[in-house]
């Protein structure tokens, strides 16, 4: 089955200004966790609504790693491949199902076909890519049984990335706010950092297929910014996939690449300022002792 309905990628334009619109506006009061509902994620939407998504609004020089970043104050993660080895699962998934309604004429999807055509993307999305024919409650539905068949696997199966629970205790240490930014749908989302032991970890949780436009859009991870009443200028973000990329860059913060399924080329590509195969890998601590010592 041809792969023609893919989507466009274009680029986040903001306003040339000293100050993001979220920097004014009201600080929010938040407990731990809270998870962005429809009404909220829309509050910051109509000011997006003219924006179109290129790389460059805020440009981020990937050669400086993250010294850019003084002082550090928040860490934005994606949930799925980042902190916690999931894309197999998933993989595997869509594998059988895709093959069970004779998809590619019955042949199974590659892993670098999962890589290119479904990591990372909203199911909203997957829909028009995979199921173009269909109509959309019946692709729909395919969608919500693929996630129930995931949920089942990964409630067996999950483990989270090496290095982890390092990485929490550093940020802890720190005080540093931190929110998830995932285009996983709530059942998923809420297992997944259930089962990581980082309920009561994050701040706040951003979903995706609550807000009107997602990754690769800037605007989950803008209003991550908004709600942590944090400036881009001051918080990085770990993605694991290129339209997950692409959304952190356009609003407008350093990316670092989790590698732990997707090819290095396409992520460097989509903008990371490096990429790492888990979050033990040196060139993040690396990063992280020098973004230390220039904020000393």
């Known amino acids: 089955m041809p792969l023609n309905t893919m989507l466009s990628l274009a680029s986040l334009q903001l306003p ?18 809270t998870i962005y509902t429809q009404n909220r994620c829309d509050q910051a939407t109509t000011s997006l609504a003219r924006l179109s998504t290129t790389s460059n609004a805020y440009p981020v020089d990937s050669k400086s ?37 004779g998809f ?24 028009r890519v995979l199921l173009p024919d269909w109509d959309l409650p019946r692709a729909r539905k395919f969608m919500e049984d693929k996630e129930d068949m995931f ?16 990485m929490r205790k550093w940020i802890e240490e720190r005080g540093l706010k931190r929110a998830a930014v995932t285009s996983a749908p709530r059942p998923n989302a809420e297992l997944l950092i259930s089962m990581l032991g980082l309920s009561d970890f994050f701040e706040i949780i951003i979903l995706g297929d609550e807000c009107e436009r997602q990754k690769p859009f800037p605007d989950s991870y803008l209003k991550a910014l908004q709600a942590l009443q944090v400036s881009n200028k001051h918080a990085f973000v770990f993605e694991d996939s290129v339209s997950g990329v692409k959304a952190g860059v356009a609003a407008g913060m350093p990316v670092v690449g989790m590698g732990l399924r997707n090819p290095e080329k396409f992520l460097t590509a989509a903008g990371t300022s490096f990429v790492i195969k888990d979050f033990d890998d040196p060139k993040l601590w690396t990063s992280l002792k020098e973004l230390g010592n220039k904020e000393e």
């Open 16 to 33: 040339h200004h000293p100050h993001l619109f979220f920097d004014h506006l009201q600080k929010t009061h938040l407990r731990k966790t």
């Open 65 to 101: 790693s993250l010294a850019c970043l003084k002082p550090l104050q928040a860490i934005l993660f994606d949930i799925d491949g980042t902190l916690c080895d999931s894309d197999p699962i998933h993989y595997n998934a869509f594998r059988e199902m895709l093959q069970e309604i």
């Open 151 to 166: 949920r089942r696997l990964a409630s067996e199966q999950l483990k989270p990335v090496r290095g982890l629970h390092k």
């Open 104 to 127: 590619n004429g019955g042949i199974p999807i590659t892993e670098e076909f999962f890589s290119k055509n479904i990591s990372g993307k909203h199911n909203e999305t997957l829909c």
